[in-house]
């Protein structure tokens, strides 16, 4: 899989030098530049071809290309890579991902070497994010992020590709559901279940951030249901906090690519008028 020589060990192949298999993606480097340039070279935004290569690889690990299980592997791989592509300036990043259908859970991780969780926070001036405890729990946070906050000068888009700080707390919350989330930056990492055991801490030595997902596939409910619950529960939290966080009301996180159109964008920009 690439495993060995990623950190430098003379054993095995190159990151993504394996095949892969019919259910697994093996340690897959992907280019940042890479990604901006193909964008560039259609006349896309570079939230587009994040969105097709999360389809593709959504569709590499369970074989179908539609479906709740579909829908919610790429809405999550989706917003993990959109996470480390516009806030950990960094080049390059790497992925693997595996899926098994008789125990019905998926599990995909992403790691990259750039500023971390506390340097990406740190110019929102609204939260204390001075160490990596702090830093990930807000992250965790709806609409927390170091573009999108009240006072920044975000430019101003119609574009559901504009930032909105949704992304890591919307895919935390649907692995909770039966599955769990990992993220790690710096000195900490922090272990979300459901259940008793909630939320655990553990000591990290890491440059950058990473991010692993189990999704109990088998427990996924309509994807489109579980955004809107998820999502109103972070209008909730967003209405407590208003000077710390910023909802967009054109922000992708909030909903599903085939949900792109205008009918669904005047009903969101409604509700969140009546949040806000």
Not at 1 to 16: H, I, S, T, V, Y
């Amino acid at each position: 899989m690439g495993f060995f020589k990623a950190f430098g060990l003379d054993f095995g192949k190159r990151p993504g030098q394996a095949n892969g298999g019919k259910n697994y993606i093996p340690l897959t480097l992907f280019s940042t530049e890479s990604l901006i340039r193909d964008a560039a070279a259609t006349g896309r935004e570079v939230g587009d071809e994040i969105e097709s290569q999360s389809k593709r690889l959504a569709e590499t690990l369970i074989n179908q290309d539609s479906g709740d299980v579909f829908e919610t592997l790429s809405y999550s791989i989706r917003e993990i890579i959109r996470n480390v592509v516009e806030h950990a300036q960094t080049d390059k990043f790497g992925i693997c991902s595996q899926y098994w259908p008789t125990k019905g859970r998926a599990e995909f991780a992403i790691i990259d070497r750039g500023i971390g969780l506390v340097q990406s926070l740190a110019s929102n001036p609204h939260i204390n994010a001075s160490d990596d405890k702090k830093a990930i729990n807000y992250a965790l946070m709806p609409a927390v992020s170091g573009k999108a906050f009240k006072g920044s000068q975000q430019r101003r888009t119609h574009s559901p590709w504009v930032n909105s700080g949704f992304g890591l707390y919307m895919t935390s919350r649907i692995c909770r559901n039966g599955g769990n989330f990992f993220i790690a930056s710096g000195n900490t990492g922090m272990l979300l279940t459901a259940g008793n055991e909630g939320k655990r801490y553990f000591d990290t030595s890491l440059t950058g951030t990473a991010v692993r997902m189990v999704i109990q596939t088998s427990q996924v409910a309509e994807l489109k249901n579980a955004l809107a619950k998820y999502r109103d529960e972070g209008y909730e939290i967003q209405s407590k906090y208003k000077e710390i966080v910023n909802i967009d009301p054109s922000a992708a996180s909030l909903m599903l690519s085939e949900d792109f159109d205008l009918g669904v964008w005047t009903r969101l920009l409604q509700k969140l008028k009546t949040v806000i």
